[in-house]
């Protein structure tokens, strides 16, 4: 595609003239067309960088025009007016049109509106591409797989929040991933090359508490130090005792934090993201949550649905993983048969995603032995898995068991992780690669 591509719209043939000499001069690629429909009709097929229209022609209206272009595309538009549509172009210009120019029109101005259009147009792709891009990088597309408009939305969300330094607070059913989304966040945020923390607080207690948030003077550094400059995710902060809530308010409100066996107040520069998949609402209302606190860490807010809302992403995402799964288990993968796409449909997803992942473990599992079936998969129990068929899946199920104890272990410090495996960096990555490991799946 031409980087400077141009729709000119005009019913009156010689100012379509006029205007495509000037422009094609000018260096652009122009299109002409003497009605509306016809230029809105090839709109996806020719993707012009911006669209130079007369307000008034008949049939379809420059304003009319401006509508159906809204509804599908972000190109510039603008309007040529007579005296009398100025009161009209400048609405116009309120309901998104670029600019507009009134006959008898300056070429010289009209040239500098176009170029200018042509630049926030060209702004607004390269914006996508790196968007795209960023958002590849950080598996957010592999976080947030599916069709369904929820998720769409829920994408668009985590891209716009990524930037915005406010706490946040993410709910969502167990198994919905909302560990997975927080890290996203960081990955694409100003953050994103300072620690990530994660704490559950429903193993909090009230004894320990401060020494490990708060760590120790000249001690255990704590896991707010920790974090400094990053991301502290408080995951279920739901099930905080009322005195830890009250901990972590200050914290937040204040930004600051004292050791134990310290008198100096200390800055805690970071960002809160917070989980729960419980009602914070009824809480505070039933006098087990803080009010105040929901809401400092509800600042921005984000849902997961739940699988069961989510209609043929159930498919989308088995898919997904199916085939993640065949290949670390090196076979191909199996063709689901009409009744298993049935039954993947009809069930109710108790657990959400972490649960079809299971499942789909289990199917590949049993396509590794030559048979196998969805329903068998979502009947059978996690902790009734056969034993592997060969020597090479057990040799990378113990991998895997061994790999995913040492990042537990190691909360995740990968460099920690190669040194006491015994293995370089290099080597612990493209293992994980093979196995199929993730390291947030196995931190959360």
């Known amino acids: 595609m031409s ?4 729709f000119v719209i005009d019913d009156d043939a010689a100012m379509l003239k006029s205007l495509l000499q000037l422009l094609s001069k000018a260096g652009w690629d122009v299109k002409c067309f003497e009605r509306a429909q016809a230029a809105l009709d090839r709109l996806e097929a020719e993707d012009p960088n911006v669209i130079l229209c007369d307000m008034q022609m008949p049939g379809m209206s420059g304003l009319e025009l401006l509508a159906g272009i809204r509804s599908r595309r972000a190109v510039p538009v603008v309007l040529i007016s007579a005296h009398g549509d100025i009161p009209t172009a400048v609405q116009a210009i309120q309901d998104g049109a670029y600019s ?7 070429p010289r101005r009209l040239l500098g509106i176009v170029r200018n259009a ?14 795209e891009q960023i958002g590849r990088l950080s598996g957010l597309d592999r976080i947030l797989i599916g069709n369904d408009r929820q998720i769409s939305v829920l994408r668009d969300q985590v891209m716009q929040f990524a930037s915005i330094d406010n706490p946040l607070l993410i709910s969502g059913e ?16 100003s953050r994103m090359g300072f620690p990530f923390v994660a704490l559950n607080c429903a193993t909090l207690s009230q004894e320990r508490f401060e020494e490990q948030v708060f760590g120790v003077a000249d001690g255990n550094a704590g896991l707010i130090r920790r974090a400094e400059g990053g991301v502290m995710f408080l995951d279920e902060i739901g099930a905080c005792p009322a005195q830890i809530q009250a901990k972590f308010l200050r914290v937040i409100e204040h930004h600051s934090f004292t050791p134990i066996g310290s008198d100096e107040e200390l800055t805690a520069d970071l960002r809160i993201i917070a989980s729960t998949n419980e009602d914070l609402e009824a809480k505070v209302t039933a006098g087990e949550f803080r009010q105040d606190l929901l809401y400092r860490i509800n ?11 989510r209609g043929e992403d159930v498919i989308i995402l088995f898919d997904h993983f199916l085939r993640d799964l065949a290949a670390v288990y090196e076979i191909d993968q199996p063709e689901l048969l009409p009744g298993e796409l049935s039954d993947l449909l009809s069930h109710g997803w108790p657990g ?10 289990r199917r590949i599992l049993a396509a590794t032995r030559g048979g196998g079936s969805v329903s068998e998969a979502m009947s059978r129990q996690s902790g009734e898995d056969p034993p592997p068929g060969t020597l090479r899946d057990a040799v990378a199920a113990l991998e895997r068991s061994i790999i995913g104890q040492s990042i537990r272990n190691h909360d995740g410090r990968m460099d920690a992780v190669a040194e006491a495996l015994g293995i370089g960096r290099r080597t612990l990555n493209e293992k994980m690669v093979k196995l199929g490991l993730d390291k947030a799946h196995i931190l959360r």
């Open 118 to 131: 042509a630049e926030k147009d060209n702004l607004r792709r390269q914006t996508e591409i790196m968007r």
């Open 352 to 361: 959400n995603v972490r649960e079809l992942r299971h499942v789909a473990n």
């Open 3 to 6: 980087e400077r591509k141009i």
């Open 299 to 309: 600042a921005l807010s984000l849902h997961l649905p739940p699988l069961r809302d």
């Open 100 to 106: 507009f120019l009134e006959k008898p029109y300056d």
């Open 174 to 189: 167990t198994g919905t991933g909302k560990e997975l989304v927080a890290r996203s966040l960081h990955s694409l945020g």
